[in-house]
T-cell receptor
Framework: GAGVSQTPSNKVTEKGKYVELRCDPISGHTALYWYRQSLGQGPEFLIYFQGTGAADDSGLPNDRFFAVRPEGSVSTLKIQRTERGDSAVYLC?????????????FGPGTRLTVL | GEDVEQSLFLSVREGDSSVINCTYTDSSSTYLYWYKQEPGAGLQLLTYIFSNMDMKQDQRLTVLLNKKDKHLSLRIADTQTGDSAIYFCAESGAGNNRKLIWGLGTSLAVNP
């Protein structure tokens, strides 16, 4: 079946602009995670949704970052007043969260470049 | 706070075994994972181990966990050039929130 998809695959924007990154999880997966991976680094947790609610947003770096998942499926990560330091690959993962052995399935990521 | 550390580079000859090491600090870690990332590709889950296990084997992959020392290793037997990639160690707790805490990754180079 279809995996996790993310759009766009690449986004180039100018400093100060607003961007939205979209994640389509695997159908039926209740848990959704956003991570970001800067060049040469491991992924860094941003936010976790269980259903429609953000159950853990402790990884969001500041109030310019916001994410929603209004119907418990598609999620959008929103970044206001982008800065050059926001340039990274933004990764989305989903999980069924039914049993203890359920793991996360990752999308291909959106590469964000802030000029 | 939570921290996961890995050595950054490893170079092996084709056919040899590779051992990639990882240490973590969170004693409440329940699951420990190994992911593979190839250039331009997404993150691929290779294997994971519960914290109450010492070892897990899956074909060419062997994971060893020393919970007392908070040390995790991944051994790849008969390493091939197709194994060249970045390998990430990650940990998570139990419960619904399985947010992953990641190491920086170990870049494995396999030389013919």
């Amino acid at each position: 079946g279809a995996g996790v998809s993310q759009t766009p695959s690449n986004k180039v924007t100018e400093k100060g602009k607003y961007v939205e990154l979209r994640c389509d999880p695997i159908s039926g997966h209740t848990a959704l995670y956003w991570y970001r991976q800067s060049l040469g680094q491991g992924p860094e947790f941003l936010i976790y949704f269980q259903g429609t609610g953000a159950a853990d947003d402790s990884g969001l770096p500041n109030d310019r970052f916001f994410a929603v998942r209004p119907e418990g499926s598609v999620s959008t990560l929103k970044i206001q007043r982008t800065e050059r330091g926001d340039s990274a690959v933004y990764l989305c993962a989903s999980s069924p969260n039914r049993v203890a052995t359920d793991t996360q399935y990752f999308g291909p990521g959106t590469r964000l470049t802030v000029l | 706070g939570e921290d996961v550390e890995q050595s950054l580079f490893l170079s092996v000859r084709e056919g040899d075994s590779s051992v990639i090491n990882c240490t973590y600090t969170d004693s409440s870690s329940t699951y420990l994972y190994w992911y593979k990332q190839e250039p331009g590709a997404g993150l691929q889950l290779l294997t994971y181990i519960f914290s109450n296990m010492d070892m897990k084997q899956d074909q060419r992959l062997t994971v060893l966990l020393n919970k007392k020392d908070k040390h995790l290793s991944l051994r790849i037997a008969d390493t091939q050039t197709g194994d060249s990639a970045i390998y990430f160690c990650a940990e998570s707790g139990a419960g619904n929130n399985r947010k992953l805490i990641w190491g920086l990754g170990t870049s494995l180079a396999v030389n013919p």
